[in-house]
């Protein structure tokens, strides 16, 4: 596929099903999808909606997940993200320093930041370590 071809990897965000026809199965069906496809380990699956990680890490204990979060981080956040078994956390930019990636990696996550759009800051954010940024623009 396009990704292995160009080694690369993409962002596959799980919008909130709660509520949804799609709430019971959704994340199966994406799994499925992922499986079929031979991308699961080229994908990295995110959402603002943790239960839909905790359900992924489930049926599919070895695919690389991201918590999104924008806001405020969640309290506790390096035990949270562990019980979570995420890989990485993608926090809002409004809410993100360096001395929070600098711990984030220590602990052993990859710090994926959004939204971002001024070179300034990407460069910023690469420069404390973030493994990512996303942007509205290339």
């Known amino acids: 596929g396009f990704l292995r071809q160009n080694d690369m990897y993409a962002n596959s965000e799980i919008k909130d099903l709660s509520g949804s026809k799609f709430e019971s199965t959704g994340v199966q069906e994406i799994l499925k999808i992922l499986k079929k496809t031979n991308t699961k380990e080229r994908i990295l699956i995110s959402s603002f909606n943790h239960k839909h990680l905790q359900e992924a890490y489930k049926l599919s204990p070895n695919i690389p997940l991201a918590a999104l979060v924008e806001n405020e981080h969640p309290q506790d956040l390096i035990e ?5 078994h995420v890989k990485a956390y993608n926090p809002d930019f409004e ?11 220590r602990a052993g996550f ?9 070179k ?8 404390w370590g973030a493994k ?6 290339v």
């Not at 990859?110 to 001024?118: K, P, Q, R, S």
């Not at 300034?120 to 420069?127: M, P």
């Not at 990512?132 to 623009?137: G, I, K, M």
């Open 110 to 118: 990859f710090v994926n930041v959004f939204t971002v759009n001024e």
């Open 80 to 84: 949270y993200l562990t019980s979570l």
């Open 95 to 105: 809410i993100t320093d360096e001395a929070l990636i600098k711990e984030l990696k």
């Open 120 to 127: 300034s800051d990407i460069k910023k954010l690469f420069n």
């Open 132 to 137: 990512s940024v996303f942007s509205d623009y």
